[in-house]
């Protein structure tokens, strides 16, 4: 993981949460915590800090889910290669959970909204084992809804082969739904209600456990706003990947230009070994 050496300056609430994060908080009868000490901290506390100070509006932690059935299945049989129901952590998914939820455990989460497909699920249970941090489930942040007549179905076959490739074209293009499944203008919009939900949600530090896709079109969305097109989000989506637990961070307030929202870090997994 990277550290800084940074020195805080400041007093109160501050100085009190920079000594939580450090097991340093002081109790009653204690000498209280002085107003300048060094601390050595990770880039995502610093991070944290920073929003604090600026006392802004509401900060956003976004991970991806830990490695699926799915983030392997090339190392699968050809025959045994379908598009399946639902994915599952696999062994390496979950031991990449305990990292990240040992990497943010001292971040103040007020709680964790998690997509309700099982991946993400096995990862927001994961993290409240070792956080204990309040968890909810919303269909909003899922992935990315395949044609639902290539569920289940080998992915070799020509048919289903067709099938797919019609829908990976209609995820950057403005058009019919192929079979059922997401394409450009039902990601875009899911996104904006995304947005929307995590503005007019009470807490003012938030966890979402998501998916690559999804998110991207999340962030992509928030930076663009009504500007974006077919051809920017496909760019975009393509140059941008998310790790399994990847961090990102975001943050909203109404006075920032243009969006309301930043992006001050992407694809954080210092927490790896990668």
Known sequence: MCYLWYTISYEGPLAQLVARFHGMEEVAGSIPVRSTTNFIISRTQYIHLLFMEQKSQKTIYFFRHGQSEGNIRHLMPRDEDIHAP??????????????????????PLEIIISSTLTRAKQTAEIIQDYTHYPVEYSDIFIERQKPHT?????????????????????????????????????????????????????????GVVTHQFFFNTIMIKAVLGNTITPELYQRLQEQYWLENTGIVI??????????GWRVWTYNDCSHLDI
């Open 86 to 107: 639902e994915q599952y952590l696999t062994q390496q998914g979950k031991e990449q959970v305990v990292k990240l939820a040992n990497r943010i455990k001292f971040i």
């Open 150 to 206: 290539i569920i289940g179905q080998r992915r070799n076959d020509p048919t289903i082969l067709a099938i797919e490739e019609s829908w990976k074209q209609s995820l950057f293009n403005i058009g019919e739904q192929v079979d059922g499944g997401d394409n450009y203008v039902t990601l875009v919009s899911r996104a904006e209600q995304a947005l929307q939900f995590l503005q007019s949600r009470p807490e003012s530090c938030i």
């Open 250 to 259: 975001m943050q909203y307030h109404p006075e920032y230009p243009f969006s």
